[in-house]
């Protein structure tokens, strides 16, 4: 952040040359110095390059205020809360103005009164530009109060008559003039509610009690909503809805690298995952939004896949405290453990009552198979089969230690070229090593070149 300007009195603003510009031409020029320098305008989103972001740049250059629709995890707020960043860093308003008055054209009554007594005294405040962005998520009870405003009783008690529009509190729509306001699930508010949005986003006025109050906002406005034959909450009211200028549609990664990058971004994990765990766990989520056992009405959320790859750290951090390793790196023993901790965040058809998790137990396991294949396709595996021609075993799971799974394969050929697959490469620590060994024992078990058993929450390979 650069610091604010010095200047505090429309004069001195005044002699700086400031050009003020409404909030739409302002990010209208903003997006063009950003696409003409080739920098990313919303940063932090992923695999919308070539569908979304295109739709929402020819939105915002045409100045129209937008719907962004689709289903739960899509990121549809995370995207909402980046266009803040094509506002100026810095903006100057009226010094206690409760609308954020630009100081060269004020249009609420107390800042006109004020601009006449003072002229170029006029006290001036900078806001950042994200002080500009305010966001509400629509609920039921929300009121006309709430996003508009109300008369406040106090001020009418004060002598004020309720014709005077200074006796008005103003709700969330009139405080983020001069910026950006984000109206998350909007078919969630009551239809009588949505039609006290008509004249912001077609007169661009606001009218409380009974009373107009010519208030001329200047703001960009944003909602979301998830499909209308998925909610069933509500509906955006067609009039609200042909008074937005873009209904722009996401979507889910629509490439594995995409959703891995999802993953790697937005998780907060407490121990190492290799990246072919994370793939697993990405295939995973894909695998389900593709599954006919799925309700794909409400989707599978990235969240989904996120507290997954949050859940295999947590599995691999107690492993490591219980047994004293040194550093937690999560192996396949570690990927079970989400299917119990995420059932809750998967909607199932009409019919699959009491299969819930064995469905869940399918797709992972064709998952992890998948990820074997991409990853070893062509390898030489003969060494890791070789370990149990003579009827030896492999004993794994969550409480037996990297160091103790090594120990039992000892040195396997073509361990090293399984290791540059993985990524991991020479430098792989032990942890690594004991996680790629895993992750090639199930492999093979998957594709039926070696047997496996589980016994007392212990695997065994070659049984």
């Not at 103005?97 to 005294?121: F, H, M, W, Y």
Request: aromatic share 4%; charged share 25%; with cysteine.
């Amino acid at each position: 952040m650069t610091p604010a300007p010095t200047t505090s009195t429309l004069g001195e603003l005044l002699a700086t040359g400031y050009r003020h510009r409404p909030v739409k031409e302002e990010i209208r020029e903003n997006l063009v110095v950003r696409l003409r320098a080739g920098e990313s305008a919303f940063p932090g989103m992923v695999g919308f390059d070539e569908t979304v972001l295109p739709e929402l740049e020819s939105a915002l250059l045409a100045g129209h205020d937008l719907v962004l629709l689709g289903e739960r995890g899509q990121g549809k707020t995370r995207l909402m809360r980046t266009v803040a960043g094509l506002l100026d860093e810095w903006s100057p308003t009226v010094e206690g103005c409760e609308i954020n008055d630009n100081p060269t054209q004020p249009v609420c009554r107390r800042c006109l009164a004020l601009k006449s007594e003072l002229g170029e005294a006029l006290p001036v405040r900078w806001r950042h530009r994200d002080e500009r962005y305010s966001e509400k998520l629509a609920t039921p009870d929300t009121s006309v109060g709430d996003l508009i405003g109300d008369v406040d009783p106090i001020k009418v008690a004060e002598g004020r008559t309720l014709g005077d529009p200074e006796t008005v509190h103003y709700g969330l729509v009139p405080r983020a003039n001069r910026g950006i306001f984000g109206l998350n699930e909007l078919p969630d508010l009551a239809e009588r509610i949505q039609v006290a949005l008509f004249n912001v986003l077609e007169e661009r006025d606001i009218q409380i009690r009974g009373y107009a109050l010519r208030l001329p906002l200047d703001l960009l406005l944003i909602a979301t909503a998830n499909p209308e034959d998925y909610t069933n909450r509500g509906r955006i009211i067609t009039p609200l809805k042909d008074r937005f200028g873009a209904e722009i549609r996401t979507h889910y990664p629509q490439e594995v690298s995409d959703e891995v990058a999802v993953v790697a971004q937005e998780s907060r994990l407490v121990a190492d995952v290799p990246e072919h765990l994370v793939e697993v766990i990405a295939r995973f989520t894909r695998g389900l939004r593709e599954s006919g056992s799925v309700d794909q009405r409400s989707g599978v959320s990235a969240r989904f896949a996120i507290a997954g790859a949050e859940s295999v750290a947590a599995s691999a951090l107690r492993r490591a405290a219980r047994m004293h390793e040194d550093a937690a790196v999560a192996r396949v023993c570690d990927v079970p453990t989400i299917v119990p901790t995420l059932l809750g965040k998967v909607e199932f058809e009409m019919g699959e009552e009491g299969r819930e998790r064995d469905i869940l137990e399918h797709v992972l396991k064709v998952s992890m198979a998948e990820t074997f294949r991409s990853r070893l396709a062509g390898l030489d595996l003969s060494g890791f089969t070789g370990l149990f021609e003579d009827g030896s075993v492999v004993e794994t799971g969550d409480l037996v230690t990297g160091a103790d799974l090594l120990a039992q394969v000892g040195p396997v050929p073509g361990l090293s070229k399984v290791l540059d697959r993985l990524g991991d490469g020479d430098d792989a620590s032990p942890g690594h090593v004991a996680a790629a060994v895993e992750f090639v024992l199930e492999g093979l078990h998957l594709t039926r070149r070696i047997d496996k058993d589980t016994v007392a929450g212990r695997t065994v390979y070659g049984a």
